[in-house]
């Protein structure tokens, strides 16, 4: 047996010994406890070899997380939909690679100087700056969403990353994203931002989401030559020629979402055919692919 799978069972600490039985700790790798009743007030049974724990929709709040200091292989670890208000410092000491902590009760940034984390996720918290990411020079994938950050910042050291994203948040630039040559995938939308700006150096960028903001036209995406898909639907563009003038060379792109702007209510029915003219090598717009 390499796994555990204990889910929704509404296990509490004391009962989880019972539970796992007579089960030989030392060759499980991954133990999947979500959606319980557990705090972690209590120790949890001695994994010796546990690579991956995943505790999301537990009671777990951020005292208690030091119990988990012990497991000092673990690579993956999910305290999502928890209590958390901070990040133990204790998660510093374990050579994660992913974490995920969404939806939990966090207001500020902290206690990550984990060199080998490659996903964090923070998204649904209570986050109004990115700070203290400086460490996570192998950080491939930052997830953001649904906090109350105002302005893209403080990212200059994370030179692996691939994918950002910022949704539903309360952006209204773009700016400060120059350093991230690497970046392949960049999902901003449900935010304020009147104009996209920025991207002069993500040349490598192969998805672009900046829907349902306060865009008037597309700009600042000629350069882009791998993107493949443009996601710019629920804004206010209403000028086809802006739209041919930027994507017109861009030989790759084959999706774009451009419904719910004014620009499809004024060409009513024609709207799909006169984009498909103007970008031949489109493959889909919006949901439809165009053959």
Excluded at 57 to 67: A, G, L, P, R, T
Excluded at 72 to 93: A, G
Aim: proline share 2%; hydrophobic share 40%; net charge negative.
């Amino acid at each position: 047996m390499s796994e555990l799978d204990l889910v929704h069972l509404k296990i509490k600490d004391e009962e989880i010994t019972e539970e796992i039985g007579d089960v030989d700790m030392n060759t499980i790798e991954r133990v999947y406890l979500r959606q319980n009743l557990l705090t972690l007030e209590k120790d949890l049974p001695d994994f010796p070899n546990l690579v991956e724990l995943d505790l999301y929709d537990n009671k777990i709040e951020s005292d208690n997380v030091i119990n988990l200091a012990r497991f000092t292989r673990l690579e993956i670890l999910d305290i999502s939909f928890n209590l958390l208000r901070f990040i133990h410092s204790c998660l510093q000491k374990l050579p994660l690679k992913q974490l995920y902590l969404i939806q939990n009760k966090l207001s500020v940034i902290d206690n990550l100087d984990i060199p080998s984390l490659e996903v964090l996720e923070l998204g649904g918290n209570r986050i109004r700056q990115i700070d203290n990411l400086n460490a996570l020079s192998n950080l491939k994938q930052l997830w953001l969403g649904k906090n109350k950050i105002e302005k893209l910042e403080n990212l200059d050291n994370l030179q692996s990353l691939e994918l950002l994203s910022i949704q539903a948040n309360r952006l209204t630039s773009m700016d400060g994203l120059s350093n991230l040559h690497n970046l392949k995938e960049l999902y901003l939308s449900h935010n304020g931002i009147t104009e996209i700006s920025g991207l002069e150096s993500l040349t490598n960028l192969e998805t672009l989401d900046v829907s349902n903001n306060q865009l008037k036209t597309i700009t600042n995406v000629s350069h882009l030559t791998k993107l493949q898909e443009l996601w710019v639907n629920s804004n206010q563009i209403d000028n086809l020629e802006d739209v041919e003038q930027e994507l017109k060379g861009i030989e790759s792109l084959h999706t774009i979402y451009l419904e719910h702007n004014p620009i499809q209510r004024t060409l009513d029915t024609s709207y799909r055919r006169k984009l498909k003219l103007l970008l031949p090598q489109l493959k889909q717009i919006d949901a439809t692919l165009t053959n």
